[in-house]
């Protein structure tokens, strides 16, 4: 019976107030339909009177309140990245630049097929893969481990391919950067800045050789290796390492 009602009362008033007028003999319970049925009735004809009134305010609503859903979302947005660009700011102004020994951009430069790499910090200089000591025909590795102080002093590692063993000496440097043989053997004695590590084959043995000029005042070394120059190099024979002082 509603179902009813609502279809006569949506197609027209004549109709829905003849329906009201017979609903109103229907016998059942006390209830009074005409309040329900007018009140239905006037929304309905008011409906269909500013249909396209109500339908633009809905529309409107609507996009209200995507608009508002947007302008929300966008000023958050603005906000982090605000906030993103000041806190890069002040990060930037607070930066402190990493102090590196790095040898690399200058190697890049002058020697670009040295294996080299300079890690922790710059405490460790690399230079492994690079050159054969004990002639088996396979690289050796050897490395500068920095002993961790303000003014950083480096202890030669060498690592033969041969057995694996690591040999910490203790000859201290404190500029491991790779010389060449040109510059030493130009050096003076007043020169202003002179090679500390050098490899060549000072011997002609056809082996590399390593040369140090080492810091007296942070080495130790043993009195056995008869050393009496801080200018060394280091040479292997038959795995054994070798020293002596370098002479021209």
């Not at 009602?5 to 209830?31: D, E, H, Q, W």
């Not at 000591?133 to 002993?147: E, V």
């Not at 038959?238 to 370098?246: F, K, M, P």
Request: charged share 20%; with cysteine.
């Amino acid at each position: 019976m509603a179902f009813r009602v609502l279809k006569l009362m949506f197609f027209t008033r004549k109709n829905s107030c003849k329906y009201v007028a017979a609903i109103g003999t229907v016998p059942g319970p006390n209830f009074n339909y005409y309040p329900l049925l007018n009140t239905m009735q006037t929304l309905i004809v008011f409906f269909k009177k500013y249909w396209i009134r109500i339908c633009f305010f809905a529309i409107s609503l609507v996009l209200c309140y995507f608009l508002w859903i947007f302008v929300i979302a966008w000023s958050w947005s603005s906000g982090v990245k605000q906030h993103r660009d000041i806190t890069a700011a002040l990060k930037d102004s607070l930066r402190v630049e990493e102090v590196t020994n790095s040898f690399k951009a200058g190697y890049e430069q002058s020697n670009p097929t040295l294996h080299y790499e300079c890690r922790d910090s710059g405490q460790v200089h690399d230079y492994s893969g690079n050159w054969d000591f004990d002639n088996d025909g396979k690289t050796d590795s050897l490395l500068f481990i920095g002993n961790g102080g303000a003014h950083l002093y480096f202890h030669l590692r060498i690592v033969l391919s041969t057995d694996h063993k690591v040999n910490d000496l203790p000859f201290f440097l404190d500029f491991p950067q790779l010389g060449n043989i040109k510059d030493l053997e130009n050096d003076t004695a007043a020169a202003a800045h002179f090679p500390q590590f050098v490899v060549h084959d000072f011997d002609g043995d056809g082996t590399d050789d390593i040369f140090l000029d080492y810091d007296p005042f942070f080495s130790t070394v043993p009195g056995k290796w008869k050393i009496t120059s801080r200018r060394i190099v280091l040479t292997y024979k038959q795995g054994i390492i070798l020293t002596r002082d370098y002479r021209k």
